[in-house]
């Protein structure tokens, strides 16, 4: 079976710029998870989607940060103006049960 | 209050030795517990599941106490490489709450 997709794995770019990532779930996979992960910190929820919808989105930066999922298969996660402190690795999952994880996003904002 | 809370360490133990790390949660409507591990620069995976008899995966055993919303990984007879960090992981409705993970180093 194939794996979570993701794409960038790496990507840095100047703080106010804006930046997109990609993640294809485990095909069959209804819920699909983006997480950030902060150096030295646990994964943290940004948005959840059950096939096209949004289940929470409660902890979102929404003045900064957007997802969609438009044919409830592969989603997108953008940034748009990044700030120094959005470095992190983003982290795409799918389930059901247990989370599945792809191998994230590297994002460096200097 | 944090969902999940888990002692940072790090931990450094001789290869060999028995280690334990605990984890608690805070809400007492929390359906399912896992424990996660993650290598450096790798995105975390599945470790084992956490049963409220208790259960066993080779050397590492897993418990659960709800009374005391308590989870606990235990690793028998380290190897170098069972190194990494270990995630608590607790799914309350739909969400999964991750704690900050522990980090293990298994010395020669």
């Known amino acids: 079976e194939a794996g979570v997709a993701q794409s960038p794995r790496y990507k840095i770019i100047e703080k106010r710029q804006s930046v997109a990532f990609w993640c294809n779930p485990i095909s069959g996979h209804a819920t699909l998870y983006w997480y950030q992960q902060i150096l030295g910190q646990g994964p943290k929820l940004l948005i959840q989607?059950?096939?096209?919808?949004?289940?929470?989105d409660s902890q979102l930066p929404k003045d900064r940060f957007s997802a969609e999922r438009l044919k409830g298969v592969d989603s997108t996660l953008k940034i748009q103006p990044a700030k120094l402190e959005d470095s992190a690795v983003y982290l795409c999952a799918s389930r059901p049960s247990p989370l599945h994880f792809g191998n994230g996003t590297r994002l460096t904002v200097t | 209050r944090k969902e999940v809370e888990q002692d940072p360490g790090p931990f450094n133990v001789p290869e060999g030795a028995t280690v334990a790390f605990n984890c608690t949660y805070s809400?007492?409507?929390?359906?399912?517990f896992f424990w996660y591990r993650q290598d450096c620069r790798k995105e975390p995976k599945l470790l084992m599941s956490?049963?409220?008899s208790g259960n066993e995966d080779g050397r590492f055993t897993a418990q659960l106490n709800r009374a005391s919303q308590y989870i606990s990984l235990l690793i028998r007879d380290s190897k170098l490489s069972d190194s990494a960090t270990y995630l608590c992981?607790?799914?309350?409705?739909?969400?999964?709450?991750f704690g900050t993970g522990t980090s293990l180093t298994v010395i020669p």
């Open positions: 809400n007492s409507a929390s359906q399912s």
């Open positions: 992981v607790v799914k309350t409705g739909n969400q999964f709450y």
């Open positions: 989607f059950q096939n096209n919808g949004v289940v929470d």
């Open positions: 956490v049963y409220s």
